[in-house]
């Protein structure tokens, strides 16, 4: 079994703030993560993915997240944020290896930056 | 490419109608899902498709079917729609990352049902 925790359903931070989501898995294997991001009235796109390479993941607009087994931690950062980064973020979960299809998502955190 | 498409983009049911949202890829993937989206609750699996002639249950499958008869095509269909099912539904498909052997998925833009 798999879960996600997403720390904060709502985070504001004003534009040029550092962006810290949080994000705390449990898996019983070794898993994969995986950060999406939502515009209003948009579908899902990946942000970045953790598949066991390298534990700093570098992704899209400038965020990028540690994976961190001691914490069982994924948390998506990026240094400085602007307007557009306004959206919502979900983190998810899946067993690594070629054996599972199944994504379990969080609930999402919804970052609004504040000009 | 036009990646996934769904239809329609927004629908209005009365209770106990049946209806089916269309969901179709044209990136050849293997794997395609469908996700409902509630406030609060995040994305909910609903059914997935690891190939043509093959579907199973997702964590929410109730008042729901699916059939994938052509790698491309993925409709969900409700029998009899209830207010429960008020809901913004996203289909998605993949391909796994051939390095890794991860699940990618591709989403589409989501539709928007309302059951009075």
């Known amino acids: 079994a798999q879960s996600v925790t997403q720390l904060g359903s709502h985070v504001s931070v004003s534009e040029g703030a550092l962006v810290l989501l949080r994000c705390n898995y449990s898996?019983?294997?070794?898993?994969?993560l995986f950060w999406y991001v939502q515009y209003p009235n948009q579908g899902l796109q990946l942000l970045l993915k953790?598949?066991?390479?390298?534990?700093l993941v570098k992704g899209i607009n400038g965020f990028e997240a540690e994976f961190k087994k001691s914490e069982t931690s994924f948390h998506l950062t990026k240094p400085s944020a602007h307007m557009s980064d306004a959206a919502e973020y979900f983190c998810?979960?899946?067993?690594?290896?070629?054996?599972?299809?199944?994504?379990?998502f969080g609930k999402g955190t919804k970052l609004s930056v504040i000009p | 490419n036009a990646g996934v498409t769904q239809t329609p983009k927004f629908q209005v049911l009365k209770t106990g109608q049946s209806m089916t949202l269309q969901c179709a890829q044209d990136m050849n993937h293997e794997y395609m899902s469908w996700y409902r989206q509630d406030p609060g609750m995040g994305l909910r699996l609903i059914h997935y498709s690891v190939g043509a002639g093959i579907t199973d249950q997702g964590e929410v499958p109730n008042g729901y079917n699916v059939s994938r008869s052509t790698t491309e095509d993925f409709p969900l269909r409700l029998l009899s729609a209830a207010p429960s099912q008020t809901s913004v539904y996203f289909c998605?498909?993949?391909?796994?990352?051939?390095?890794?052997?991860?699940?990618?998925?591709?989403f589409g833009a989501g539709s928007r049902l309302t059951v009075l």
């Open positions: 898996s019983s294997v070794p898993p994969y």
């Open positions: 953790y598949t066991s390479a390298a534990t």
């Open positions: 998810a979960v899946t067993r690594s290896g070629a054996g599972s299809y199944q994504l379990t």
């Open positions: 998605a498909s993949s391909l796994r990352d051939g390095t890794s052997g991860a699940n990618v998925l591709t």
